[in-house]
């Protein structure tokens, strides 16, 4: 089989090394460094070359793992094959069909000059090229792509690096523009699958854009790849699993010595990490299994939690569907970091309210997920000065994320859990109370909103506006919780204005949907969903388990939800307020752990004056201290 590799001997290649389309390649140095792998460089002080061409196929790889004291085939076969053939020989057997004779192209071609053979090798590929191409064109391409919608408007994506519970988050590298792969060479005809090496020009979360070695500065066939698929591969990695690598047929006839102008291009440059395919699959397995058992929020009664069992799990997403469903269709979505599920018992734990299960004992299968699997959360010193019912701060509203509202503190549970409630539209019997830890990121000390040019939303029916904190607690004879309780960290997070990425519509949480975050202040993040309209943005926390990077859905076999195209923006618009009244009937939650950097504690009784802070901050610095006592 002809691999595009050159197949002459060194006076050949050198005497064709004239032709204006080759670049001229240095001659080799005697020890020279082949490919930064991962921080390890491979170098020969023997003076030979780090790479080798097979004698017997041609194919190129590193020259430590070919075979034979000389190193001189890719594989124990190509050793036991080799002949001392003429070269004409070599080149025909290439050209054939492993297993069959040789075609009647080939015996033509066997008969001419090597040039010869590659001008016809040449017009013949052009013409399966064609083909190809008319084929192609007939096919629609039909769906969702990351890659058109980033090249066409000249997106940025939210680096892997943001998102430490996503697979690869914590262990990403520096995996960046520059970085060569192998992959697998979709500009052939041949009949067995085969590769070449590709530098990614582009990353969007996991997604990177790739060019064939040889373009230069030629996108023609550029094309995205999902870095953590399972065609792609370190450099190297062919020569190890005794996989061609042949270059595009575009520019098959470039170069005469694919070999020299692989090693010129290639020395110096990085790769994968050899382990890196071992790493995504690490990632990506998940602690709980079908059929645990867990607490959960009610999603119909946010006051209190319910046993329910996992039904799936994809990509660390989990689909919980209640105990007492017997078809199984009342189910709640959430990823298995989320502060919204519990191990079994810690409702009792904490006093918070739980719906006892009418099932007397656990259907046979079903066990308790192990306490240890679920998120840890900041432990607090509630000994001291701590919060108390009554007091007044903002909050996330769980039934309408886009809003902060003014908020009460019900009740004190313990390990620093509270029941919070909106002001003004809570039920009589307390049910839309809701459980926030002391360090979630959904709740935030008086003030805060004004200091950062957030609408704060008043209670409902408040008649006197502009709301102003200081006439609501004398009206309400109420206290401010002290601003000291608050977390203060800010997390050098790494999201940036017009990010692109995947996120849950935690207002139907089973939905990810492509978004993009519009505003930052301190560590929280708002977060658009695009082709919807604004009042279904939704502020989240920056380290949230409901965000994850472009691609997240791809390589977990979620499904993604494009933009919403223009006709079901038009009428979303119309009924856009039904929609959200219906929506609100549902708890959907809060995020994980908290903080903002705040500086006094505000007190009962006394006027206050906001200093101006940071807001929509990219930078990841500390935040501003915003409220101050006058004298």
């Known amino acids: 089989m002809f691999d595009g590799y050159d197949s002459c001997s060194e006076d050949t290649s050198s005497s064709s090394s004239s032709d204006e389309s080759e670049e001229e390649v240095a001659p080799l140095p005697s020890s020279l460094p082949i490919i930064k792998n991962n921080g390890q460089v491979y170098t020969y002080p023997d003076g030979k070359s780090g790479m080798a061409t097979c004698e017997m196929c041609g194919m190129v790889g590193v020259r430590d793992a070919f075979y034979s004291k000389t190193k001189r085939f890719c594989s124990v076969s190509c050793s036991r094959s080799y002949s001392s053939n003429s070269k004409k020989a070599s080149i025909l057997a290439r050209l054939q069909v492993a297993g069959k004779p040789p075609t009647k192209k080939a015996k033509v071609l066997q008969k001419q000059p090597l040039v010869a053979k590659l001008a016809a090798y040449a017009q013949y590929q052009a013409t399966l090229q064609n083909q190809a191409k008319t084929k192609a064109a007939a096919v629609p391409v039909e769906g969702f792509s990351w890659g058109n919608y980033i090249n066409s408007n000249s997106f940025t994506a939210a680096p892997v690096t943001c998102f430490k519970h996503a697979p690869m988050g914590t262990c990403w590298g520096d995996i960046a523009e520059g970085v060569r792969v192998e992959v697998p060479n979709t500009d052939c005809s041949l009949p067995t699958k085969v590769f070449w090496i590709a530098g990614i020009v582009k990353l969007a979360g996991y997604n990177a854009l790739l060019r064939y070695e040889g373009f230069e500065n030629d996108s023609s066939l550029d094309f995205w790849c999902n870095v953590c698929g399972s065609d792609i591969h370190p450099v190297g990695w062919c020569a190890t699993s005794g996989k061609p690598l042949v270059p595009p047929r575009t520019i098959q006839h470039k170069y005469t010595n694919w070999k020299a102008f692989l090693v010129k291009r290639l020395t110096g440059a990085k790769t994968l990490p050899p382990d890196f395919s071992q790493k995504v699959s690490e990632s990506m397995q ?334 990841n610095g500390s935040a501003s201290y915003y409220i101050k006592q006058e004298p």
């Open 286 to 619: 998940y602690p709980f299994k079908t059929s645990m058992r867990v607490e959960v929020v009610d999603k119909t009664h946010l006051c209190r939690t319910r046993v329910a069992v996992v039904e799936s799990v994809i990509g660390g997403r989990l689909r919980l569907v209640y105990e007492e469903s017997e078809d199984k269709t009342d189910d709640f979505w959430c990823h298995m970091y989320s502060p919204l599920i519990h191990h079994i018992g810690w409702s009792r734990s904490i006093g918070h309210r739980f719906k006892r299960s009418d099932i007397t004992k656990k259907q046979d299968g079903h066990f308790d997920a192990p306490s240890h699997l679920f998120m840890k959360v900041k432990e607090v010193d509630a000994a001291g000065e701590w919060f108390k019912e009554g007091m007044k701060l903002e909050a996330i509203d769980p039934l309408n994320l886009s809003a902060i509202c003014v908020a009460t503190i019900r009740k004190v549970l313990a390990d620093g859990y509270l029941m919070i409630g909106i002001d003004g539209s809570e039920a009589a019997d307390g049910s839309d109370w809701f459980c926030y830890h002391a360090t979630s990121p959904s709740i935030f000390p008086v003030g805060f909103c004004e200091i950062n040019m957030i609408e704060l939303t008043p209670p409902r029916g408040y008649a006197k506006l502009p709301f102003k904190w200081f006439d609501y607690l004398r009206e309400t004879d109420s206290i401010a919780a002290p601003v000291k309780l608050f977390n203060k960290e800010v997390p050098n997070h790494g999201f940036h204005v017009g990010m692109k990425l995947e996120a849950v519509d935690l207002m139907e949480p089973r939905l990810v949907c492509v978004a993009t975050v519009t505003r930052i202040i301190h560590r929280l993040l708002r977060i658009h969903f695009d082709g919807w309209e604004d009042e279904y943005d939704q502020w989240v926390d920056c380290e949230s388990p409901d965000l994850y990077p472009v691609g997240w859905c791809q390589l977990t076999g979620y499904q993604l939800q494009p933009p919403a195209p223009q006709s079901s923006r038009d009428s979303q618009s119309s009924s856009s307020k039904q929609k959200k009244k219906a929506k609100s009937q549902q708890y959907k939650g809060h995020k994980k752990m908290t903080s903002l950097q705040l500086k006094e504690e505000l007190l009962d009784g006394e006027e206050y004056s906001f200093l101006q802070g940071a807001s929509d901050q990219e930078s």
